[in-house]
């Protein structure tokens, strides 16, 4: 099964595709590391993204997409953009969609920790949650 892990922030959608074959994780390589959204953004450029991330999923046969939730109150509230960006993403046809909230993450990770370190992942250091995400949705299946 292969899962994308999406860490929104601000107005990118940081991701990482991560594949379970037979107990055995791959991640292959993206072309993409983070889409994003304009400042400034209309609704053509919303639908732009929402089409970017269709086809990026539909090419690398992604078979579900996991989320990192984000607060709405308090001191790690998620922006306006950045749910704007969850609701491009989930409206997505034909794409399985999961939220997975930072307290079902942490415990999934406590219960089965990364097999190595991150750094021997190759990826760059601001996918690090976007691959916690993608980990954690293939441990909670």
Known sequence: MRICGVELSGSD??????HLDHGQF?????????????????????????FAFAKLMGDYSVDQVAIRERM??????GGAVS?????????????????LSPTQ???????????IAFSDTGLKVFQEAAFKVAYAAHILK
Do not use: W, Y
């Open 72 to 77: 709405t109150k308090g001191k790690f509230a």
């Open 83 to 99: 749910f704007k960006l969850e609701a491009a993403i989930q409206l997505i046809a034909d794409i399985n969609v999961a939220m």
């Open 26 to 50: 791959d991640m292959p390589d993206c072309r993409v590391r983070k889409l994003t959204l304009k400042k400034e953004h209309t609704r053509e450029d919303l639908q732009q993204f929402q």
């Open 105 to 115: 993450i942490k415990s999934a990770l406590s219960e089965k920790p990364l097999p």
């Open 13 to 18: 959608a940081v991701i990482c595709l991560l």
